[in-house]
């Protein structure tokens, strides 16, 4: 089978409204088209969309390869952190708990 089916968004309980009905995630490096035109760019569950890099630089940040599962909501809290500011000031990060990225260690 090429193709594999989800029923629960990670993260969230069963039968939660959030939670599309079926959620078809494709195997990485199969194409499901038999036109050659680019269909679409991203935003999907497939493995390129959900396994990103992300470059944090900052000349107090000791060098280091964090390979924690992370996600792109944490990047906003994370910058404000950096800057001495409050995450907690905006309502996303206040609502749902959203943590900093982890592992980062600056030399202050």
């Known amino acids: 089978p090429s193709l594999s089916l989800n029923y629960n968004t990670p993260g969230l309980p069963p039968k939660d409204p959030r939670t599309p009905d079926i959620i078809v995630t494709p195997n990485v490096g199969v194409t499901y088209t038999g036109s050659n035109k680019k269909l679409m760019e991203h935003g999907g569950f497939a493995h390129d ?51 900093a990225l982890p592992d980062l260690q600056f030399r202050w």
Request: hydrophobic share 45%.
């Open 49 to 99: 969309d959900v396994n990103v890099m992300l470059l944090v630089s900052n000349p107090f940040l000791r060098p280091s390869i964090v390979s924690s599962p992370v996600e792109t909501v944490q990047v906003a809290p994370t910058i404000l952190q950096v800057l001495g500011l409050n995450p907690n000031a905006l309502d996303g990060v206040r609502i749902e708990g959203t943590q």
